[in-house]
C-alpha cells in the first residue's frame, strides 16, 4: 500500500535525509520476474535500515498473487 511505502520511506530518513528513501522498480500491477529488485531502500544510518527491516516484517508491504 502506498501507506506502507511511505512509513518505510519516513523510516529510512525521508524527506529530512536528502540520500535516504525508497527507489521504487515497478508499478503496482506490473508484473515481476523471479529475483527481479521491486525497490531498494536507502539510508545513511545503519540503525534506521534495522528499523525499516523490522517495519517491513510488520507492515508486509508487498503482496504477491
Known sequence: SNTAIAK????????????????????????????????TVYSKSERNIDRVVQLMKELNPVVIK
Open 8 to 39: 518505510i520511506a519516513r523510516t529510512a530518513g525521508a524527506p529530512a535525509d536528502k540520500e535516504s528513501g525508497i527507489y521504487l522498480y515497478k508499478r503496482y500491477g506490473e508484473k515481476v520476474k523471479q529475483g527481479e529488485k521491486i525497490f
